[in-house]
Nanobody, 128 residues
Framework: QVQLAESGGRSVQAGGSLRLSCAVSGRTFTLYVMGWFRQAPGKEREFVAYVKRSGGSTYYADSVKGRFTISRDSAENTVYLQLNSLKPEDTAVYYC?????????????????????WGRGTQVTVSA
Protein backbone atom coordinates (compact mmCIF):
# COMPACT_ATOMS: atom_id res chain seq x y z
CA GLN A 1 0.00 0.00 0.00
CA VAL A 2 0.94 3.62 -0.53
CA GLN A 3 -0.15 6.67 1.44
CA LEU A 4 -0.15 10.22 0.13
CA ALA A 5 -0.49 13.41 2.17
CA GLU A 6 -0.68 16.87 0.61
CA SER A 7 0.20 20.13 2.30
CA GLY A 8 0.91 23.75 1.43
CA GLY A 9 -2.45 24.97 0.23
CA ARG A 10 -3.67 28.39 1.40
CA SER A 11 -5.26 31.62 0.23
CA VAL A 12 -3.16 33.87 -1.99
CA GLN A 13 -3.70 36.88 -4.22
CA ALA A 14 -3.63 36.68 -8.00
CA GLY A 15 -0.09 36.76 -9.31
CA GLY A 16 1.27 35.09 -6.20
CA SER A 17 3.05 31.77 -5.73
CA LEU A 18 2.68 28.61 -3.67
CA ARG A 19 4.48 25.33 -3.30
CA LEU A 20 2.44 22.24 -2.63
CA SER A 21 4.03 19.13 -1.18
CA CYS A 22 2.96 15.51 -1.30
CA ALA A 23 4.58 13.17 1.20
CA VAL A 24 4.63 9.60 -0.04
CA SER A 25 4.97 6.62 2.29
CA GLY A 26 4.60 2.87 2.11
CA ARG A 27 5.65 0.80 -0.89
CA THR A 28 7.04 3.75 -2.77
CA PHE A 29 9.38 1.59 -4.85
CA THR A 30 6.36 0.19 -6.70
CA LEU A 31 5.29 3.56 -8.06
CA TYR A 32 5.75 4.50 -11.71
CA VAL A 33 4.14 7.94 -12.04
CA MET A 34 3.11 10.66 -9.61
CA GLY A 35 0.50 13.23 -10.60
CA TRP A 36 -1.33 16.31 -9.45
CA PHE A 37 -5.00 16.91 -10.18
CA ARG A 38 -7.38 19.64 -9.06
CA GLN A 39 -11.10 19.99 -8.55
CA ALA A 40 -12.97 23.28 -8.44
CA PRO A 41 -16.46 23.54 -6.93
CA GLY A 42 -19.07 22.08 -9.26
CA LYS A 43 -16.48 20.78 -11.71
CA GLU A 44 -14.88 17.45 -12.45
CA ARG A 45 -11.41 16.61 -11.21
CA GLU A 46 -8.89 17.63 -13.85
CA PHE A 47 -5.31 16.79 -14.66
CA VAL A 48 -2.59 19.30 -13.79
CA ALA A 49 0.78 17.59 -14.17
CA TYR A 50 2.65 14.31 -13.79
CA VAL A 51 6.22 13.18 -13.25
CA LYS A 52 7.74 9.77 -13.83
CA ARG A 53 9.42 8.41 -10.75
CA SER A 54 12.36 7.06 -12.76
CA GLY A 55 13.97 9.59 -15.05
CA GLY A 56 11.82 12.49 -13.92
CA SER A 57 10.15 13.32 -17.22
CA THR A 58 7.17 15.64 -16.81
CA TYR A 59 4.01 16.66 -18.59
CA TYR A 60 1.58 19.54 -17.96
CA ALA A 61 -1.96 20.53 -18.79
CA ASP A 62 -2.05 23.43 -21.24
CA SER A 63 -3.80 25.59 -18.64
CA VAL A 64 -0.79 25.51 -16.30
CA LYS A 65 2.13 25.08 -18.70
CA GLY A 66 4.78 27.72 -18.06
CA ARG A 67 3.33 28.62 -14.66
CA PHE A 68 3.44 25.38 -12.65
CA THR A 69 6.37 23.04 -12.11
CA ILE A 70 6.20 19.48 -10.83
CA SER A 71 9.26 17.85 -9.29
CA ARG A 72 10.16 14.92 -7.08
CA ASP A 73 12.70 14.33 -4.37
CA SER A 74 13.28 10.60 -4.36
CA ALA A 75 15.45 10.70 -1.26
CA GLU A 76 12.68 12.31 0.76
CA ASN A 77 9.81 10.56 -1.04
CA THR A 78 8.15 13.87 -1.74
CA VAL A 79 6.53 15.32 -4.84
CA TYR A 80 6.20 19.06 -5.24
CA LEU A 81 4.05 21.36 -7.31
CA GLN A 82 5.30 24.92 -7.61
CA LEU A 83 2.50 27.28 -8.58
CA ASN A 84 3.49 30.67 -9.98
CA SER A 85 1.52 33.53 -11.55
CA LEU A 86 -1.62 32.24 -9.91
CA LYS A 87 -5.01 33.18 -11.30
CA PRO A 88 -8.47 33.09 -9.67
CA GLU A 89 -9.35 30.19 -11.98
CA ASP A 90 -6.62 28.14 -10.29
CA THR A 91 -8.78 28.01 -7.18
CA ALA A 92 -9.47 24.35 -6.37
CA VAL A 93 -8.68 21.46 -4.11
CA TYR A 94 -5.38 20.02 -5.32
CA TYR A 95 -4.88 16.26 -5.09
CA CYS A 96 -1.73 14.19 -5.28
CA UNK A 97 -2.04 10.82 -7.00
CA UNK A 98 0.19 7.84 -7.70
CA UNK A 99 0.13 4.76 -9.87
CA UNK A 100 2.15 1.59 -10.31
CA UNK A 101 0.89 1.14 -13.85
CA UNK A 102 3.23 1.55 -16.81
CA UNK A 103 1.63 2.56 -20.10
CA UNK A 104 3.27 3.22 -23.46
CA UNK A 105 1.49 6.53 -23.88
CA UNK A 106 1.57 9.48 -21.53
CA UNK A 107 -2.09 10.15 -22.35
CA UNK A 108 -3.08 7.53 -19.80
CA UNK A 109 -1.54 9.57 -16.99
CA UNK A 110 -3.87 12.49 -17.66
CA UNK A 111 -6.96 10.61 -16.51
CA UNK A 112 -8.06 9.94 -12.96
CA UNK A 113 -8.88 6.25 -13.42
CA UNK A 114 -5.21 5.43 -14.07
CA UNK A 115 -4.25 6.30 -10.51
CA UNK A 116 -4.63 3.80 -7.68
CA UNK A 117 -3.64 6.04 -4.78
CA TRP A 118 -4.92 9.46 -3.81
CA GLY A 119 -4.33 11.98 -1.07
CA ARG A 120 -7.11 13.88 0.66
CA GLY A 121 -6.33 17.17 -1.05
CA THR A 122 -5.24 20.65 -0.07
CA GLN A 123 -7.24 23.82 -0.75
CA VAL A 124 -5.78 26.58 -2.90
CA THR A 125 -7.77 29.81 -3.09
CA VAL A 126 -6.69 32.65 -5.37
CA SER A 127 -8.37 36.01 -4.95
CA ALA A 128 -8.50 38.71 -7.62
Amino acid sequence: QVQLAESGGRSVQAGGSLRLSCAVSGRTFTLYVMGWFRQAPGKEREFVAYVKRSGGSTYYADSVKGRFTISRDSAENTVYLQLNSLKPEDTAVYYCAATTRAYPSGNYYQVTRTYEYWGRGTQVTVSA
